[in-house]
């Protein structure tokens, strides 16, 4: 069966991640992976849709039971990728898009080197400093750690493959880079290993 690509898709806070991906999952040919996570919801959040919210001891045992494909920490909280529905997703021939922070796209890259590893950012610091700002939600000292944060993750950019600007004024074109990128990686040589037994219709 054709398997679908492994994309995933990291940004820090104020890059509008959660926009472009849940465009890229309107197409229909996009599935978003619903992450475990013992962090308590949101306003808003919705359980099996946003994450899967279970407490620490149900996170252990699946931890136990071989059950993510990648697990990590952060803020003191645990976020892992449910191992099973990754694969059925793949082998079903659809895109998986797993919405994670950098150590778990690494360790995706390293079980699965074919796996598609995609930064997305604002144009520039400024940009999304000013987009932080413009919320005018957050505390002076909130904003600043989440921009502190947000230069580490982004130094750590040399461990993906693709990196996409995501500007003010809507998703549009981030959504169609990352269209762009899963078109030319599916025609990619290295993908296509039956290309010439197909050309001569051999058996
Ligand atoms: P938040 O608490 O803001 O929803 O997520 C915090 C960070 O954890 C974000 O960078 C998010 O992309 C990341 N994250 C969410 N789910 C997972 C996961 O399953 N694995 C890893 N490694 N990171 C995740």
Request: aromatic fraction near 10%; charged fraction near 30%; charge should be negative.
């Given at each position: 069966m054709r398997r679908g690509l492994l994309i995933v898709?990291?940004?820090?806070?104020?890059?509008?991640?959660?926009?472009?991906?849940?465009?890229?999952?309107a197409t229909g040919d996009f599935v978003f992976s619903v992450s475990a996570t013992t962090r308590a919801p949101r306003p808003g959040e919705v359980n099996g849709i946003n994450y899967h919210f279970i407490d620490?001891?149900?996170?252990?045992?699946?931890?136990?039971?071989?059950?993510?494909?990648?697990?990590?920490?952060?803020?003191?909280?645990?976020?892992?990728?449910?191992?099973?529905?990754?694969?059925?997703?793949?082998?079903?021939?659809?895109n998986l898009i797993l919405?994670?922070?950098?150590?778990?796209?690494?360790?995706?890259?390293?079980?699965?080197?074919?796996a598609v590893l995609i930064m997305l950012i604002p144009p520039t610091f400024a940009i999304q400093e000013e987009r932080l700002r413009g919320r005018g939600t957050e505390t002076e000292e909130v904003i600043r750690k989440r921009l502190e944060k947000a230069k580490r993750e982004i130094e750590q950019i040399d461990a993906y493959d693709y990196i996409v600007y995501n500007y003010n004024g809507g998703a549009a074109v981030a959504v169609d880079d990352i269209k762009a990128i899963v078109r030319a990686e599916k025609l990619a040589q290295h993908r296509q290993p039956d290309a010439v037994k197909k050309y001569f219709e051999l058996d």
């Open positions: 898709v990291s940004g820090p806070a104020g890059s509008g991640k959660g926009t472009v991906n849940s465009q890229l999952v620490r001891e149900e996170f252990q045992r699946r931890i136990d039971e071989n059950g993510f494909l990648e697990y990590t920490t952060y803020c003191d909280n645990f976020y892992g990728t449910p191992l099973k529905e990754a694969m059925a997703v793949l082998e079903s021939g659809k919405e994670i922070e950098c150590d778990g796209a690494k360790n995706v890259k390293r079980i699965f080197p074919d």
